[in-house]
């Protein structure tokens, strides 16, 4: 093992000792993550709400055009209005020449003498074949045919109208029916029985009547050919005045104003993309100088760190995408949501599943960042969100059940009203409509955030193992099955971690560690005694010691089997991480001293001859603050029930010599605890046993009756 070590490289040894791989991956997300958010940056603009009456000017603010629709449409009108009247041949009495047609073939059947060639039917085709041509003729002037022939729209149906026509009929000219007869010849193949039939049709008026449906088709067709009009608008020109009526071009020029300010930013550039990534790593880079001197354990804990990143990511996203929503809403949804509230629910999540210094610290940063990034009002909306943010902590830094977050949520709606008012008597209003709708849009906000709140925090403890007071509450439930096993079957044991957890409870506070954590913790750390309980002296209640039986290394091994039975019955409970190491921490490595001293008299006082390690603990030695404040009030609490007076002093003795004890044999060495904690534990250690040992007046006996 020594021999690879040192063939691996030292920079690889030290990725794997310290999980500082994932960290920086970790760290990378949350860089890409702020970056990508600040640097894909919404453009706010007023949007205007058609015939209402605009509250403020609205000015250019960038060079633009703008697609002219009033002047577009008054262009495709202009130029329909070339398309004048179209006609058609009545159809009635085109109906009445066909017939008269057929009846002269039959009256008259001179025709078989000129077409010998040609047969009834053929002729009686012909005469069909004319009338269909003639009821899908169509006349108009020459303007317009004109005007259709320019746009390659002219029909091969459509025929200039007579000269004569006088409003109601008029004889068709030669060339229209020379038109039609070379159509026919080139469709029948045949030329003498067309010109037979076409002789019929020609040399009278005929009627003709408007067909307004061709002349709009044909209008429409005219207006599409226009192509769509842009105004040019210059930067500083006004667009809506004060009061104004606002109508669709009003709308449509703030629609590409804006559009013209998204290019603008030209966010796929690379000095934009550059200065988005810079700036996220210098918030990344302050974030991370403040965890290194501040929280040092969020930075070494992969967990707690992916958690806080999994936070705040999920922050950046929620406001984003509210933004997005908002800004394409065209009901006028952004003047009613004038003020989103976000930071809310971060800081309720980082408070609950971090620390509050770490939610007050993230609240400010975020911010600043989302006042800054998002396409709102700045100034309010960072006063306003941080306010509540910093609200939100303060209500749930003693936040007990899953259902006091409404309570949270509630005080800090609360809190708004008077924001709310302050900001209209800024403006020299007292009340109006916009008051009610930022209450109304506050508490929808922050009622989706208490649910949101509700259903991650199991999730994010389940995933990132994490304990919070919530959790820790539940777990002190008598009626849990260990610890109802424990006060029936080792009563003495669950009386002493009672008492544990009282005293390690009071010095936790002291020093601003987790106090509920050791309180509760501590009802667990020795439910490994629940396999042997009468080993333990604390159980025999004054009855035969079966250590008697025993050789000293077996009752050594007895009393420090019950931290690996311990861990084995904390995981098949299904209880936290952060338990189990407190089960496996509470010893350390320490030395079963009472049953080493045994064995070495046994060995004729050569303590030589014993190996120390078979009566010592398997440790490992306490990694956080709470777990070496519960080994010291376990430690203290079991030895100071040897006392036999338990004043102040002997107490005071007890502490100092068992704590130096602990000092010097290394248990204290990982745990961080500065000396200046050390001194403040061990006043509250002594003065909570102080309370608890007191002693009370010897009451006299009652005289026998």
């Known amino acids: ?147 259709l022939r320019s746009l390659d729209l002219l029909p091969p149906e459509y025929f200039l109208l007579p000269s004569s026509f006088d409003g109601e009929s008029a004889p068709l000219s030669d060339s229209f029916w020379q038109q039609i007869q070379q159509e026919l010849i080139k469709k029948k193949r045949r030329g003498p029985d067309v010109a037979y039939i076409l002789n019929y049709f020609q040399g009278i008026d005929w009627p003709m009547d408007q067909d307004t449906s061709a002349q709009r088709a044909l209008r429409r067709q005219v207006e599409t050919t226009v192509p769509q009009r842009f105004s040019q608008i210059r930067a500083g020109s006004r667009i809506v005045d004060q009061g104004e009526k606002v109508t669709q071009r009003h709308i449509s020029m703030v629609q590409a104003m804006k559009k013209a300010m998204t290019e603008d930013q030209k966010i796929w550039e690379p000095l934009p993309l550059l200065s988005s990534l810079i700036f996220a790593t210098l918030i990344v880079l302050i974030g991370g100088f403040y ?241 042997n309980p009468h080993y333990f002296t604390e159980n025999q209640m004054g009855g035969f010691n079966i250590h008697q039986l025993l050789t000293p290394q077996e009752s050594a091994q007895v009393i420090i089997t019950h931290v690996t039975e311990g861990e084995v019955l904390a995981r098949k409970h299904g209880l936290p991480q952060s338990f189990i190491d407190v089960i496996r921490e509470h010893h350390g490595n320490t030395l079963v001293y009472y049953f080493y001293c045994k064995q070495v008299e046994q060995m004729g006082g050569d303590s030589d001859s014993v190996d120390e390690k078979l009566f010592r603990y398997p440790g490992p030695k306490p990694r956080s603050k709470e777990s070496a404040i519960i080994m010291m009030a376990d430690t203290i609490e079991a030895a100071s029930r040897s006392l036999e007076n338990a004043d102040e002093e002997a107490i005071t003795e007890l502490v100092n010599r068992l704590i130096a004890e602990k000092l010097e044999d290394g248990q204290f060495d990982d745990c961080q605890l500065t000396f200046e904690e050390f001194g403040t534990v061990k006043r509250t250690i002594i003065k909570s046993l102080s309370v608890a040992r007191h002693l009370r007046i010897k009451y006299p006996n009652k005289p026998s009756a």
């Open 1 to 147: 093992m020594s021999g690879e070590s040192k063939e691996t490289p030292k920079w690889q040894r030290y990725l794997r000792k310290e999980n500082l791989g994932k960290r920086l991956l970790v760290g990378l997300l949350i860089l890409f993550s702020l970056a990508a958010f600040i640097h894909f940056r919404e453009v706010r603009v007023d949007m205007l709400e058609l015939d209402s009456h605009a509250k403020n000017y609205v000015v250019a603010q960038v060079d633009f055009e703008f697609p002219d629709e009033e002047g577009t449409v008054i262009l495709r009108q202009e130029s329909a209005r070339d398309i004048g009247v179209i006609y058609r041949l009545d159809p009635q009495f085109v109906d009445q020449k066909r017939f008269q047609v057929e009846k002269f073939l039959i009256d008259d059947p001179r025709w078989r003498n000129f077409l010998t060639k040609t047969t009834y039917e053929e002729l009686y085709q012909t005469a069909d074949d004319v009338k269909a041509v003639l009821l899908e003729s169509r006349f108009a002037k020459e303007r317009t045919l004109n005007r």
């Open 291 to 531: 965890f290194h001197y501040k929280h040092q354990e969020i930075i070494r804990n992969i967990y707690k760190l992916s958690l806080y990143a999994t936070i705040i990511i999920l922050t950046l996203i929620a406001a984003k995408v509210t933004e997005f929503f908002l800004l394409q809403s065209t009901g006028g949804l952004l003047e009613v949501v004038r003020y989103p509230l976000f930071l809310p629910f971060a800081a309720i999540l980082i408070c609950v599943l971090l620390s509050g210094e770490v939610a007050l610290f993230s609240t400010c940063f975020l911010a600043v960042i989302l006042g800054l990034s998002l396409a709102v009002d700045h100034s309010r909306f960072i006063v306003i969100n941080i306010t509540m943010g910093a609200i939100a902590i303060l209500a749930s830094r003693n936040l007990r059940k899953r259902k006091e977050v409404f309570a949270v949520c509630g005080k800090v709606w609360l809190s708004c009203i008077p924001i709310f008012f302050v900001y209209n008597f800024s403006l020299n209003v007292f009340w109006n409509i916009y008051v009610v709708s930022d209450l109304m849009s506050t508490f929808v906000f922050l009622a989706l955030t208490s649910i949101l709140v509700v259903g991650l925090l199991p999730m994010l403890e389940s995933i990132f193992h994490v304990m919070t007071d919530i959790t820790l509450m539940e777990y002190m439930d008598p009626n849990n099955e260990l610890l109802r096993r424990l006060s029936v079957e080792a009563p003495g044991t669950y009386q002493h971690c009672l008492v544990v957890g009282s005293i390690s409870e009071a010095a936790a506070q002291a020093i601003g560690a987790n106090g509920l954590f050791c309180r509760v913790s501590t009802l667990y750390h020795d439910i490994g005694k629940l396999f």
